[in-house]
């Protein structure tokens, strides 16, 4: 039975949000970075944050803290984000994975000590690191499975298995917008355990009529007094680097994370982005912290609600197991032999069917639940992420200088905006922009048929 957990690169801790409820308690954290490390010490005092998850190998071997019944963690993602290097591997970051395994291999062997069976095993990441050409997460699984080597494949792919000889570990991709938020947020999640543990029990699930689509919402509604327009039924993946970054990455174009409050153009709220996670209202809004210390603690993090459904399938395993009954065929007709009784499953990214009852490996859960931007909406949001007129046209400028299509709503709203610019400010950007670059976002508000069809800026 599984009691207690040990965080790694803990964040703000959406592990602690998701499993407390289910019982669950946490030994210890491991987080470095100044503002989590902060929210950590506001909401969970009690616990010690070990700080560099490199020193607790040698901890756990001291027995100077306690090895957990499970271990979680998400090793930085940059190594493997289409927004990073894609270095995998080569990047000190992504090695950090590796120093992952050897935290869970020491903590089985002060396990071993104690007469206690093996931990599992909860990892989460970005879908990229499927594509990493370091093999990255091939080395992850196969040492988590105690495969003699490392498995590689011409495509890793997005529901898989190992049963190895030390453990079976299992993965899925799933889409945070079938839990309960409305974010497209597709993430990895990697569960193992030793050979008495079913992963495959916790992320796969029975399959029983048609997968839910995402539902149409309106786009325009009123709230606690105010009119809201919103660009689509759910957002993109909200980023770390929103707070900075926000005016030249894809979502300034598609508005997936803008709002229009009132005819005023915005950006979500450190509030707004906590529910968009779901976290608690306020729940990184410290004393002193800075609205980039939050957008950038948030956009890190997990899902909250599909690290609970995780959570709580961990937690029930001999349930989901009950639920699974029938699987074994799967494993017959997919397996891929590795050595000895070491098998590797390729279950691709969708349904499949086999001795006639079908199985779900995609990124939609049996049972979803949906929320629509609507829900996340706060009214109260600070002036200053309101975008300014010259903020709007500069948006303009930019897609037109790259090319890059503007949603026509937001295109709309943008020039809308952007004509609230006084003539004086109009005059003296048209002056200094190299080559008249400007001057074509003037004539665009002008009304120029470019600028009418709201699409090719």
Not at 163 to 182: E, M, Q
Not at 289 to 317: C, F, K, L
Request: hydrophobic share 40%.
């Amino acid at each position: 039975m599984i009691r207690t957990v040990g965080s790694i690169c803990s964040g703000i801790e959406a592990a602690s949000v998701a499993w407390q409820p289910l019982g669950l308690l946490f030994q210890w954290f491991s987080e470095i970075a100044p503002f989590p490390a902060r929210v950590l010490r506001e909401h969970y005092p009690e616990t010690p944050n070990l700080g560099d998850m490199n020193e607790i190998p040698a901890l756990l071997e001291a027995g100077k803290v306690v090895a957990p019944d499970m271990i979680c963690g998400g090793t930085p993602c940059q190594a493997f984000s289409l927004a990073g290097w894609q270095n995998g591997l080569h990047d000190e970051r992504g090695n950090l994975t590796l120093k992952f395994v050897d935290i869970i291999e020491a903590n089985d062997r002060a396990r071993a000590r104690a007469g206690q069976p093996p931990c599992v095993v909860f990892w989460e990441n970005v879908e990229g690191v499927l594509k990493d050409k370091t093999n990255a997460f091939g080395c992850l699984v196969s040492s988590l499975a105690g495969l003699d080597g490392v498995l590689e494949t011409k495509r890793w792919p997005n529901a898989g298995m190992i049963a190895g000889r030390r453990r079976n570990v299992a993965w899925r991709v799933l889409d945070a917008k079938y839990f309960g938020l409305p974010q497209q947020r597709r993430r990895l999640y990697v569960v193992a355990g030793d050979r008495e543990f079913h992963p495959e029990a916790v992320l796969f699930e029975r399959h029983q009529g048609e997968l839910a689509t995402f539902p149409s919402a309106p786009l325009t509604f009123e709230k606690d007094g105010h009119a809201f327009e919103v660009f689509r039924a759910y957002a993109d993946c909200l980023y770390s680097a929103y707070g900075t970054k926000w005016n030249g990455n894809a979502a300034a174009y598609n508005g997936s994370l803008f709002v229009k409050q009132d005819g005023r153009l915005r950006r979500l709220s450190p509030l707004e982005c906590e529910r968009l996670m779901g976290f608690p209202d306020g729940y990184t809004s410290l004393e002193r912290a800075t609205r980039t210390n939050r957008y950038q603690a948030i956009g890190n993090s997990w899902a909250v609600p599909v690290v609970r459904w995780i959570g709580e399938r961990i937690v029930d395993v001999a349930g989901c197991s009950a639920a699974l009954e029938g699987f074994e065929e799967v494993l017959q007709s997919y397996a891929r032999k590795v050595s000895g009784d070491e098998a590797f499953f390729d279950f691709g990214d969708g349904i499949f069917e086999v001795g006639g009852r079908s199985w779900n490996c995609s990124e939609v859960p049996e049972r979803c639940v949906f929320r629509t931007m609507e829900d996340i909406i706060a009214a109260d949001a600070p002036e200053s992420i309101y975008i300014s007129p010259v903020g709007c046209a500069g948006i303009l400028r930019r897609s037109e200088e790259r090319r890059i299509a503007v949603q026509p709503r937001l295109a709309r709203a943008l020039r809308d905006i952007a004509a609230q610019m006084p003539a004086h400010e109009i005059e003296r950007r048209s002056r200094v922009q190299h080559r008249g670059r400007f001057s074509r976002s003037v004539e665009m508000l002008a009304g120029s048929p470019a600028a009418s069809s709201g699409v090719a800026i």
